[in-house]
């Protein structure tokens, strides 16, 4: 049994109307527990990438595995539910839900995955355990989301991608609205929470500062042969 996370061949991704592709990549794996950092500069299909790795998009050609799992085997509702099992994804903008509560926004994922809730347990005990590892005081966790300052909301953000141990946590720009010392601090506790969780780090980025905090790191451009044809 392979231990790849995520294993990639041959895939070709066009947007309908397109003449060229957006990704045409030959192949590529990721190992289990092995944390990657990808950056690439605006446009380059960073995000278009992360869309058919958790299945919110699925490829013209070509075949991509996440924890062994073709997803062109399931239809778009399979893919939701099994993206909803097994992937915790936090956004460049938090997507934190403005009319729930800061422990229902972190509880969240448990209510659309069983798998998730049963290895949770108690939910609303882990998501204020993990509040509070994550240094949200408990006096704070009934107040909406839109109180908390932008580094408060990050630690929402993780908190609620980590609960229910996902093994694969995707994290897309996360830090483009904090400075160096805030960015540096971040991945620090990024990487503990993930190892802590076993959950496998793939970190999306155009910032090649961040890439220093990672063993493992590509550049998109270096595996999309559609980019490189276009600067040929």
């Not at 998730?116 to 347990?121: E, N, V």
């Not at 408990?138 to 932008?150: A, C, E, G, K, P």
Request: aromatic share 6%.
């Amino acid at each position: 049994m392979s231990d790849a996370v995520i294993s990639i061949n041959n895939l070709r991704f066009s947007w309908p109307g397109a003449t060229n592709p957006v990704l045409d990549i030959e192949q590529f794996q990721l190992q289990r527990g092995r944390h990657l950092f990808i950056q690439g500069a605006s446009g380059c299909g960073k995000t278009t990438l992360l869309n058919l790795l958790t299945g919110i998009n699925a490829p013209d050609n070509g075949s991509v595995r996440v924890l062994g799992q073709e997803l062109n085997a399931l239809n778009a509702l399979q893919r939701d539910r099994f993206r909803a099992d097994h992937l915790g994804v936090i956004f460049q903008q938090f997507n934190l839900l403005p009319y729930l509560n800061i422990l229902d926004n972190v509880a969240l994922p448990c209510s659309f995955s069983r798998r998730r809730k049963h290895k949770a347990g108690d939910v609303d005990g882990a998501a204020q355990q993990m509040l509070e590892e994550l240094q949200i005081p408990v006096s704070m966790f009934q107040r909406h989301v839109m109180d908390l300052s932008v580094g408060q909301q990050q630690r929402v953000a993780v908190a609620r991608a980590l609960i229910g141990d996902p093994e694969l946590v995707i994290a897309d720009e996360p830090t483009s609205a904090l400075d160096s010392d805030n960015r540096d601090s971040f991945i620090e506790l990024l990487f503990r929470r993930a190892t802590e969780h076993q959950s496998t780090l793939i970190f999306v980025s155009h910032d090649q500062h961040l890439a220093s905090h990672f063993d493992n790191r590509i550049n998109l451009a270096d595996i999309n042969r559609a980019h490189a044809e276009e600067a040929a």
